[in-house]
């Protein structure tokens, strides 16, 4: 018999991977579904799953044949973890996949595109721009060059961040939890990082120790000019005390990729305190989730969780 799967990932790019899908199993694809998936889970066996689905106790209970998910992403906030492992179903994600992604930058990149977006004020000049006007003057903002980059994590994109913040000319300072030595970065406390930092990319995992990590205690050491760039997960950032921060000008504004509670409806995300912040302040650039939106990451991530489930059907380590 073959395996049922349900994927929510659109894997028309991985055409070669797709066909042997088909052979081994009944493969079915529900693209961005509008509602949970309760009612299309009860006889799945393995599920490839997207960022933007909550695989919850609700789904994991209402999902009572299955075997493994597979989640071609780093971040597992998506994933109750507990209950995964409470049901004995195996999961498999690309986290420690060190050779694979090594060859994603685009996170990193990213970063820097909300930097200078902000920085350099790019998304209200354009709407001016586009309405015949030309206030040059209005949109003043500040180089790179010579200013103090500080990294939160110096992981693998920390690192990734490090080397594109020299390209400007920046000053690199990094805080990690390891005691990490190097003769290209200064690291240093948390504290000086906020401190010291003209602005500050957050590159760490959310897990119990990291969530609202970034609240007033660290706020308030960031120069009043100063910038934060988060592109890891929003939960790492307590959003309440940002938009406090934000709504008194006692930092220079948020980059962020990633909030809490991006799995919302759009109807919710509407009436989300820091999307309804953005629409009448220039401080805060929102994106939504772009990170690894790039034909590389996103596909070579998908093509390689793919393979490792063609790999797994082919040995029948899912036995029904």
């Known amino acids: 018999m073959k395996y049922n799967i349900l994927s929510t990932l659109n894997l028309e790019y991985c055409k070669k991977e797709l066909k042997q899908l088909r052979k081994l199993s009944n493969i079915t694809f529900l693209i961005n579904p509008k509602k949970r998936l309760d ?22 209970q209402n999902a009572k044949k299955l075997k493994a998910i ?14 995964i492992k409470k049901k004995k179903i195996k999961l498999f994600h690309i ?12 996170t990193s990149e990213l970063a820097f595109g909300l930097l200078l977006a902000l920085n350099r004020k790019l998304i209200p000049a354009n709407k001016v721009s586009a309405n015949g006007s030309w206030p040059r003057e209005k949109f003043i903002g500040r180089q790179l060059y010579k200013k103090t980059f500080g990294i939160l ?31 290209d970065v200064q690291m240093v406390s948390i504290r000086n990082l906020f401190k010291k930092s003209d602005y500050i990319s957050i590159h760490i995992h959310l897990n119990n120790k990291t969530e609202g990590l970034i609240n007033e205690k660290y706020l308030k ?16 950032i307590n959003e309440k005390d940002l938009l406090y921060f934000l709504k008194n000008k006692k930092i220079g504004g948020a980059a962020l990729d990633v909030i809490d509670g991006e799995w919302f409806s759009k109807d919710q995300l509407k009436n989300h305190r820091l999307i309804k912040y953005q629409k009448q302040n220039d401080n805060l650039l929102i994106v939504p989730h772009l990170g ?17 489930l063609i790999s797994k059907l082919k040995k029948g380590l899912f036995k029904k």
């Open 39 to 60: 009612d299309k889970i009860r006889n799945i066996d393995i599920y490839i799953s997207s960022a933007g689905i909550k695989v919850d106790k609700q789904f994991i």
């Open 70 to 83: 597979f989640s071609p992403s780093t971040g597992t906030d998506h994933l109750d973890l507990k209950e």
């Open 95 to 106: 986290a420690n996949e060190k050779k694979l992604l090594e060859s994603f930058t685009a």
């Open 221 to 236: 050491l960031m120069k009043k000019t100063a910038i934060l760039i988060n592109t890891s997960r929003g939960k790492v």
């Open 153 to 183: 994590g110096y992981g693998r994109l920390g690192k990734i961040s490090s080397n594109i913040a020299k390209g400007f000319g920046m000053r690199v300072i990094a805080n990690d939890i390891k005691k990490i030595k190097t003769k």
């Open 292 to 308: 690894g939106t790039t034909y590389e990451s996103i596909y070579g991530a998908r093509q390689h969780i793919c393979r490792i």
